[in-house]
């Protein structure tokens, strides 16, 4: 699913491909997800040792998916 990602202050990044792979793990742009982490409306995705932002909608529509 491609998500809008943002920084922690909310400044828009960009676009990208979130997935869930079979295994349940994700990936964001090919990149694994090594911790999630739930705050209202936005999760953050810690990928490549830095951390972004995606709305919680689309986490867990994707977290739904498979």
């Known amino acids: ?15 990208a491909t979130l ?16 911790t999630v982490r739930i705050v209202g409306s936005r999760t953050t995705l810690v990928v490549d040792g830095r951390q972004v932002c995606v709305a919680t909608a689309d986490y867990a529509r994707v977290r739904a998916a498979g």
């Open 19 to 34: 997935r869930r792979l079979p295994d349940r793990r994700l990936v964001l742009n090919e990149q694994l997800v090594i």
């Open 1 to 15: 699913m491609e998500v809008t990602v943002t920084d922690l202050e909310g400044r828009t990044l960009g676009v």
